[in-house]
Nanobody
C-alpha cells in the first residue's frame, strides 16, 4: 500500500518561497503510469489541485498557479517536492500530496509575517 508523508515549514513569510516534500513508501515514484500530485485546501474552502509530476518526470501545473509553481523529484529518495514562489496570505492552506487515490495526512502552511 502506498503511503505519502508531507514535510516542510509550517510558517512562511509573504514574498518567500514555500517548499514542501512528499516522501513516498510502499511504491516507487517512477512506476509506470503513476502521477504524483499536490493539492491544497485553504481554510473554509474546497480542494484546489496545484499540479503533478509523472512517473516519467514530466510536470503539469494548474494554469492559475503555473507561473509560481515548480514540482521536482529525487528518485534516489523516492520523494517529490513542491515549490510555490512569491507567496501571499491567500496561499495559506493545508497542503496534501496524493497518488491514484492515496493521500498524505496534509500539512498546514501559514503565510504570515
Amino acid at each position: 500500500q502506498v503511503q505519502l508523508q508531507e514535510s516542510g515549514p509550517g510558517l512562511v513569510k509573504p514574498s518567500q518561497t514555500l517548499s514542501l516534500t512528499c516522501t513516498v513508501s510502499g511504491g516507487s515514484i517512477t512506476t509506470n503510469s503513476n502521477w504524483w500530485s499536490w493539492v491544497r485546501q485553504p481554510p473554509g474552502k474546497g480542494l484546489e489541485w496545484i499540479g503533478y509530476i509523472a512517473y516519467s518526470g514530466s510536470t503539469y501545473y494548474s494554469p492559475s498557479l503555473k507561473s509560481r509553481t515548480s514540482i521536482s523529484r529525487d528518485t534516489s529518495k523516492n520523494q517529490f517536492t513542491l515549490q510555490l514562489s512569491s507567496v501571499t496570505p491567500e496561499d495559506t492552506a493545508v497542503y496534501y500530496c496524493s497518488n491514484m487515490g492515496y493521500w498524505g495526512k496534509g500539512t498546514l502552511v501559514t503565510v504570515s509575517s
